[in-house]
């Protein structure tokens, strides 16, 4: 267990429609990173917060936006759903958001868009 | 801009056999490599890291790895492997300036027959 939550577990949903996923990060931790596992695409690097103000931004749809808030959660909004949206988010979190660090992963949310 | 490549799609060894598990980066200046382990329905775990200093690095599970900048690789080794072991297998690299993202490679799904 690596201290990173993620919710929910799984989510299906429509094309067109929006979610929301959670994150809530290691005790202490101050930088959130989103990413993204599909089949065709890998794992891709989609945005990190630090201390609530964006820090990074990697290959992140206009349709998608995340935020991290006082309490250090962050959450990935993602709307108008495709298809090609369906993948597993993994969320990470890391002390200071340095190189150094190491990122601790979230077990995932499985998106599911039909 | 920063990329990994693990040949290795898929590999099959044998309970108490050696495993090398292979990873080539491209990357400008000294790089910052990972190895993290993913396991069914689990998220990410890090092995391993490599920042600077002795070229062999020491992980969790009895994993080691080489950094042998001559040849841009960062190769996974164990000597035994267990049944446990199997999962899949990412190498990653921190990306060289701002802040810190991982750049993964494809993962090698690792096989493991008794």
């Known amino acids: 267990d690596s201290g990173v939550t993620q919710t929910p577990k799984h989510l299906i949903t429509a094309t067109g429609q929006r979610v929301t996923l959670r994150c809530s990060p290691r005790?202490?931790?101050?930088?959130v990173y989103w990413y993204q596992q599909s089949l065709d695409q890998g794992l891709q690097f989609l945005i990190q917060y630090y201390n609530g103000e964006e820090r990074a931004k990697g290959n992140i749809l206009e349709r998608f936006s995340a935020q991290q808030f006082p309490d250090l959660h962050s959450e990935l909004n993602l709307s108008s759903l495709e298809l090609g949206d369906s993948a597993l988010y993994f969320c990470a979190s890391s002390v200071e958001g340095l190189r150094t660090d190491t990122q601790y992963f979230g077990p995932g949310t499985r998106l599911t868009v039909l | 801009a920063q990329s990994v490549t693990q040949p290795d799609i898929h590999i099959t060894v044998s309970e108490g056999a050696s495993l090398e598990l292979r990873c080539n980066y491209s990357?400008?200046?000294?790089?910052?490599l990972f190895w993290y382990v993913q396991s069914p329905g689990q998220g990410l775990q890090l092995l391993l890291k490599y920042f600077s200093g002795d070229t062999l690095v020491q992980g969790i599970k009895g994993f080691e790895a080489e950094f042998k900048r001559s040849q841009s690789s960062f190769n996974l080794r164990k000597p035994s492997v267990h049944w446990s072991d199997a999962a899949e297998y990412f190498c990653a690299v921190g990306e060289e300036k701002g802040a810190q993202k991982l750049v993964f490679g494809q993962g090698t799904r690792l096989t493991i027959n008794p």
């Open positions: 990357y400008g200046a000294t790089p910052y």
């Open positions: 005790s202490g931790d101050l930088s």
